[in-house]
């Protein structure tokens, strides 16, 4: 296992627990003969192990390894945590294991899977809550055993796993409390999969990013695109209108052939015809936003209201809506079930949940107004942010910096150039070094006194970095923490 962190310590307790299931998929991957192989596991990690996972490869035994030359010497099969850029680390393609794969190969049940450049976690997690509510939860048959492991929650209809924090190996052992699994990736979890499939794929979205990884769009786009090549002809593949849009429309053309199952577009307004010829040249359905009805258009099929928008426009952003009440659609709950104080209560789990550190008001205090957005690592979601910004405040002040992820920024730096509504924008730490011309500052400290000293009255000052926090932090929370900290200091 190269890495260990979450997918690394889920992997170790499954072979702890259910070494012949393991080492069954295991075999099938190498053509080997169970009866003679015994499989060994071995770790490698550059970074010191926490507690926790230096009591588990302490209790099974197992080799840790800092050196990746003398790691990958005599391995038959490696797994790739999502931390780990493979690109650093060389090695044969058909020595790589994905734990989606195995994941895919153990799992007996239907999937939900969600991928996106932004906004996949708050999906999830609203779908999951969704989900859960009296409304959804009448319409077919409740878990009601206690499944304690996962969130804390009395039952499990539907189990939650992958990106959002919880490994899909430990998921397997309590599959009989599921109905159904809800399940986020990154497209480090995805790419080079062989066979993982979801019965519903989400692609919420696709905008530069990553590309330190990815080294190009198109690579980004065929990492992201793998859970559709592999669906069936009776899957669904429900995509964002962007993946279609601008650059990757060359790259939808590219890859359409390649997808079997019944692909839908989703738009959160109407659609002009050009855009339904090309839907239809390329065989998409759509869903579209007409006279506040969310509305499917099915090849060959007639129309059919999904719901009205009324039921939540007041609630979060309208594309995540529109993703969730199709995704229920395809998952036959009855939309017209799910009340309106449903979808309330669902929106207001999930933000307790996911809220933190995305565009929450931090304090109002000499009547100066403190925005955390440290979640935002790409500029899409900064610029989003000034705009929903923009219709409560006349002024905001824009703190940025972090890594850039290997994504050319000069669009947010035009941005800030011509958006009225930013009165100043300021950057800090080393991995803001492609911002300039804007001011400079080594550290957050300095930075935050000189914008309270441009603020005036009934300003926002906005703290949404557009990078990722590792130049200065060891995450995006505790770099959010850091500005909240500042605040309150006050």
């Known amino acids: 296992m190269a890495g260990f962190g979450i997918v690394g310590q889920s992997i170790l307790k499954f072979y702890k627990n259910f070494y012949t299931e393991f080492a069954t998929c295991l ?120 499944c304690t492991h996962l969130r804390g929650c009395s039952y499990q209809r539907v189990a939650l796993g992958g990106n959002i924090g919880v490994g899909l190996l430990d998921l397997i052992p309590h599959q009989p409390l599921y109905q159904k699994a809800l399940l986020e990736f990154s497209s480090w979890q995805l790419e080079e999969s062989r066979s993982f499939r ?92 007409e006279n506040r009805e969310i509305v499917l258009h099915q090849l060959e099929a007639e129309r059919q209201n999904i719901c009205s928008i009324d039921m939540f426009e007041s609630y979060g952003f309208l594309d995540t809506w529109i993703f969730a009440v199709t995704a229920l659609f395809f998952s036959q709950i009855n939309i017209s079930m799910i009340r309106k104080e449903d979808f309330e209560q669902a929106y207001h789990r999930c933000k307790q949940v996911e809220g933190q550190h995305r565009l929450e008001l931090s304090a109002e205090k000499n009547g100066l107004f403190f925005y955390n957005d440290s979640k935002s690592t790409v500029s899409y979601t900064t610029k989003a942010a000034v705009k929903q910004l923009e219709k409560k405040h006349e002024k905001v002040i824009l703190i940025i910096g972090g890594l850039n992820k290997g994504v050319d920024r000069s669009d947010l730096l035009r941005f800030i150039q011509q958006e009225p509504s930013i009165k100043s924008a300021l950057r800090f730490g080393p991995g803001s070094i492609d911002l300039e011309p804007l001011v400079y500052f080594d550290t957050l400290e300095p930075l935050f006194q000189e914008a309270i000293r441009q603020a005036a009255p009934g300003d926002a000052i906005l703290f949404s970095p557009a990078g990722s926090s590792f130049d200065l932090y060891k995450n995006y929370k505790k770099r959010g923490d850091h500005f909240v900290q500042l605040v309150q200091a006050l």
Not at 80 to 93: C, D, V
Not at 209 to 225: G, I, V
Request: charged letters at 30%; one cysteine or more.
């Open 198 to 289: 979801s019965d519903i794929g989400i692609w919420m979205n696709l905008y530069s990013n990553h590309l330190d990884r990815h080294e190009s769009m198109r690579q980004y786009f065929e990492a992201k695109s793998m859970f559709l090549r592999h669906q069936k002809k009776s899957d669904i593949a429900l995509l964002g209108a962007s993946v279609i849009e601008g650059e990757n429309n060359n790259l939808f053309i590219k890859q359409r052939s390649l997808w079997k199952s019944d692909i839908i577009i989703l738009f959160d307004r109407t659609v002009t015809k050009s855009e339904k010829d090309f839907l239809n040249r390329y065989s998409c359905s759509y869903v579209s936003v």
């Open 27 to 146: 075999s099938e991957y190498t053509h080997s003969d169970l009866a003679q192989v015994e499989w060994v596991l071995q770790v490698f990690d550059e970074k010191e192990l926490d507690k926790d996972a230096k009591q588990l490869v302490d209790e099974l035994n197992v080799l840790v390894e800092t050196d990746w030359n003398r790691f990958v010497k005599d391995i038959d099969l490696v797994w790739f945590s999502t931390g780990i850029n493979k690109n650093r680390f060389p090695l044969e393609a058909e020595k790589i294991i994905k734990e989606v794969d195995l994941f895919y190969d153990l799992w007996k049940k239907p999937t939900i899977g969600i991928t996106g450049t932004i906004g996949k976690t708050t999906l999830t997690r609203l779908l999951y809550e969704l989900f859960k509510t009296d409304s959804c939860a009448s319409y077919e048959e409740e878990v009601k055993r206690s």
